[in-house]
């Protein structure tokens, strides 16, 4: 389980995270689960596209203010559609935020099931660095998001310090066996009905139901006093998120195009990727990046071989896109890299051009294609 949050530095807090509360560093982090109301679905097409493209205009305006991190959560849960997962410096962010989306055409239908409200705060069981970083969430891109609501018995508290560091320690060292799950730990207390909003990030959920099963035989988990409800939630941008609320009438997702053998999915315009830049669209559940380069259009895996940063983030030069983070180069032709740290082709994908539109495919196997790539 890794933790790879990154704090600011020149901290003047003391180290039970006060001095950050006072001084406005530590972040609100809130998890807005919506549902959608079933008679939503029998609206024309038109009005509820009109209502998604709203609600995604509604979210973007606050592009300045909050990170927001959409999720499906259609098929995982009975009681829950929707995740807004929010970070920010202000409650009336996220209050605005909640407004504006209650404006939109899509409002009138939605409810919110389940809502947390959290900080940040420094971990008084970590060393003084890692406690820093926490202050700051940085979200992983993973493909899978976990969250549950917590609160430990009040016999925990009563323990010394001692006695409860003995047993984290234990609980950390659980955590350091699956480092492909990314612990994100908030705090509630006082602010909301659980004492803590703990998230995982990983591309890998066996890795976190070993974890969580492994946890469970840890001395600290006699201490739990609650943990559920606990959501399976899958990352997807805002749009495409709204797209699982599924319809009569709306045109056919990718990832059930696949199941039921359509190969090309139309993913942008052509004009949202000019020549030299590069974009992240979902294809399939995954992140793509789109990368023109000279007259050539080319479809690869977003996530960089090496540790995951968004290569849409990158350069393109040379028929080579050079990832944002540490540099690895990768072939746009093949995927394969040309320069490390990385050493692990990207997963490159079918592209062409069409009615104004950039159609993606899975390489493999794809009859006749004609791809551009
Ligand atoms: S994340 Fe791309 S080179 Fe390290």
Redesign the pocket.
Known sequence: MSDRTAGRGNSKSSSDGRGDEASGRRQIVKFSFYRVDPAWRRLPVAERDAGKDALVAAVDAFSGRLQVRSYSVVGMRGDADILLWQIGERLEDIQALATEVMRTPLGPYLSMPHSYLAMTRKSQYVSPAEAEARLHLHPAESKYFFVYPFVKTREWYQLSLEERQEMMNVHIAVGRKYPSVKLNTTYSFGLDDQEFVVSFETDEPADFLDLVMELRGAKSSLYTLRDTPAFTCISLGLRETLDTLGAPGDPVSAAAAQATGEQWQRVADDADVPEGAAKMVYFAGEQVALVRAGEQLYAVANR??????S?ADGTVADGALT??????TFELATGEPSC???NRPLTTYAVRTEDGGIWLAQREPVPGSTSGA
């Open positions: 960089c071989s090496h540790a995951n940063a290569l990832c944002p983070s540490h540099g690895s490390g740290p990385a």
